[in-house]
């Protein structure tokens, strides 16, 4: 077995807290990396503390890892010793379903195997990116070609590509308008992306302080939604909204702001159902939607459409002994707008 150590959570109630762990040796497919940052994902802080399902205890999480690869299988031609290489969410999946086969293996019929908070193959639970390595399958391995920004491209890998896949899939560009709601981790890079993509966007906040950040984005528009006046003033408006909060929020009230045919897209996961008239959909013909991730392929075709286009995530990085304190700026929305940890501080 390979040792490891990282920061883990030894129960629902408990901070995170320095962890020695074993990994599985590098099989033939495998590759081993030694991380050398993990963006902090507001799903981290949910899963440990049990808001959304039972978690499997003790839990290391993350899962916007970069790093170098240090071993491989004997049967890995993906990297090689050496290479900077990332993974993401999941770390396998089925491999056979009509979902996997088409590349979509975050919808694996038979669920994928997460990076942590799940089993792998093998039956033992998976440990994440708060760690100083990580053994994962070739073919969930993601390559880098932005060497220079590494801690700036660790976010890619959930909030990016959480954002670039839907934003895809509905083939959001020139012609559109796209309102964004919510401007965290995932809500910033929304931005970058549809106005990558030409699309005139919009940022629909309650904070009135963060317009001149939104703007600086490259947001066109900005509403608070607080203010009665400028939201009936966008009323009907809006192609697409793509909603990225966690936290409760008045559902019909967004709806209402898309135009006939619109669509409501939820990235977001709040801890309590959304309440929705019928009629918010009825009226308009909108539709409410939902998007997880993306696959290995779509997640690699992100990673170098970024690459390309200079695009990387808006970054704080930060030491392990302040994860805690961090979760509770995160908490509050007091980050621009992702942390990173830095595995030198471990
Ligand atoms: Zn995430
Ligand atoms: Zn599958």
């Known amino acids: 077995m390979i040792a490891s150590k990282g920061y883990a959570a030894q129960t629902p109630t408990s901070d995170l807290a320095p962890w020695n762990f074993e990994r599985r040796e590098v099989g033939e497919f495998d590759v081993q990396i030694d991380i050398a940052y993990c963006g902090v994902c507001h799903s981290d802080l949910h899963q440990i503390k049990n808001d959304w399902f039972p978690g499997i205890f003790p839990m290391v999480p993350g899962h ?8 491989v299988g ?11 290489a990332g993974v993401g969410c999941m770390v396998d999946s089925c491999r056979t ?26 039956g033992t639970p998976t440990y994440g990116g708060y ?81 001149a950040a939104a703007k600086a984005l490259g947001a066109h528009h900005f509403v608070v939604t607080t203010d009665p006046a400028q ?43 959304h309440a929705i008239s019928a ?11 939902g998007s997880g991730i993306g696959g290995i392929k779509e997640t690699q075709e992100m990673l170098d459409y970024c690459a390309d286009h200079g695009i990387v995530s808006d970054i704080e990085v930060i030491a392990f002994k302040d994860i805690t304190a961090s979760y509770e700026r995160m908490v509050k929305g007091d980050v621009r ?3 990173v940890l830095d595995l030198a501080t471990l």
């Open 279 to 289: 009629f918010s959909l009825i009226g308009g013909r909108r539709s409410l939607a």
């Open 337 to 339: 707008y992702r942390f």
């Open 97 to 122: 379903c009509e979902n996997c086969q088409e590349g979509l293996e975050q919808y694996c019929t038979v669920g994928s195997n997460q990076t942590y908070n799940s089993l792998g193959k093998d």
């Open 131 to 211: 760690s100083n390595n990580i053994v994962v399958n070739e073919d969930f391995t993601l390559t880098i070609k932005d060497k220079e920004n590494l801690a700036a491209v660790a976010p890619l890998l959930c909030a990016g590509i959480t954002t670039y896949s839907p934003l895809r899939h509905w083939g959001v560009g020139k012609g559109h308008k796209l309102a964004v709601l919510g401007l965290g981790g995932l809500g910033h890079m929304a931005v970058k992306f549809g106005v990558s993509f030409g699309a005139e966007v919009t940022v629909l906040s309650t904070s009135p302080e963060k317009e």
């Open 74 to 84: 004997s049967g890995v031609t993906k990297l090689k010793v050496g290479d900077i």
């Open 231 to 273: 939201v009936a003033a966008v009323k009907g408006t809006f192609n697409f909204i793509l909603d990225t909060v966690s936290a409760d929020h008045n559902m019909g009230m967004y709806l209402s702001l898309l135009k006939t045919n619109g669509v409501h897209i939820i990235v977001g996961v709040p801890s309590n159902p």
């Open 64 to 71: 916007e890892i970069v790093g170098t690869v240090t071993a």
